[in-house]
């Protein structure tokens, strides 16, 4: 590719760390990640169970609003970005190619945790039309051990006020992963690691697990892979912390076993060191 512009494409997986990737690599010096935090263009508008993330058209008032921050060399509000983004796609893959042609600039990219139930043919298209503007796509998919990434949600919900008052977070937890009424966009680990194998060849993937993702060794190779200056002391900084792993009560990981088999085989499968790496990689074993 030409003067080696890299698009960072991470799909995820929400709870596991993309936020500290985002921001890691944002401070990278040869690096602009853009203006938003994700972008959610692509499951916004292919996902229906994302379609909460579509941004409806701006009133008139707004839209005005917009074009004058344009015309007198503004940021547009947000909303007003994303919208753009999302009713022409062809404005997402401009956008990303004028921030490669600012000078210094070699690596932006899109973290946006929702598109980890993107379908091989989608990601196939981001990769086609970047590569047709001289940009390699790199696409990355960061995995925790499913319970602990499960529970840490939930309780994120909780502190949003997305739960109902009446019910405990154990009672939420096993409703959806005990008695198999999880949220339609509930990431499953082997169908994001399918689509990205489908994708992607080796050289142009990674998968890193959480649990090893902020040490200064886990943190110099994924540098190095994406092009920019290695700074491991950035594993201390870690965004949106997730509680301890013995937050979760005794016993609720073992009663979702079967819910969360397919994602621990999927992961061990491809990385053995999950079976040492995550704490209740011995469901495998208890499912089977």
């Known amino acids: 590719m030409a003067d080696d512009k890299r698009f960072l494409l991470c799909i995820g997986a929400p709870k596991c760390g993309t936020t500290w990737l985002r921001e890691y690599v944002h401070a990278a010096p040869c690096a602009d990640m853009g203006r938003l935090g994700e972008y959610q263009v692509w499951d916004a508008l292919h996902l229906p169970e994302n379609a909460r993330f579509r941004v409806p058209r701006p009133g008139a008032a707004m839209r005005l609003r917009a074009a004058l921050a344009g015309a007198l060399g503004l940021p547009v509000p947000a909303d007003v970005f994303r919208w753009r983004l999302q009713d022409d796609p062809a404005r997402y893959f401009a956008y990303f190619e004028r921030l490669l042609a600012r000078p210094g600039i070699t690596l932006t990219g899109d973290v946006s945790p929702g598109y980890n139930r993107l379908p091989a043919e989608m990601l196939s298209r981001i990769d086609r039309e970047f590569a047709s503007r001289g940009i390699e796509v790199r696409a990355v998919l960061l995995l925790r051990d499913p319970v602990e990434r499960a529970w840490s949600g939930l309780r994120m919900e909780r502190r949003k006020g997305r739960l109902p008052e009446g019910r405990s977070d154990v009672e939420v937890f096993r409703d959806r992963y005990v008695a198999g009424n999880a949220p339609p966009n509930t990431p499953r680990y082997a169908m994001s ?96």
């Open 193 to 288: 690691l399918a689509a990205l194998e489908r994708t992607f060849p080796p050289e142009r993937r990674r998968v890193c697990l959480y649990e090893s993702l902020f040490r200064p060794e886990s943190i110099a190779d994924l540098s190095r892979w994406l092009g920019i200056p290695a700074r491991p002391e950035a594993g201390s900084q870690r965004v949106n912390a997730a509680g301890a792993p013995s937050a979760l009560p005794d016993g609720l990981a073992e009663e979702a076993a079967a819910w969360f088999a397919e994602d621990y085989a999927a992961t061990v499968a491809r990385l053995p060191e999950a079976r040492r790496l995550w704490p209740h990689a011995a469901l495998l074993e208890a499912a089977g």
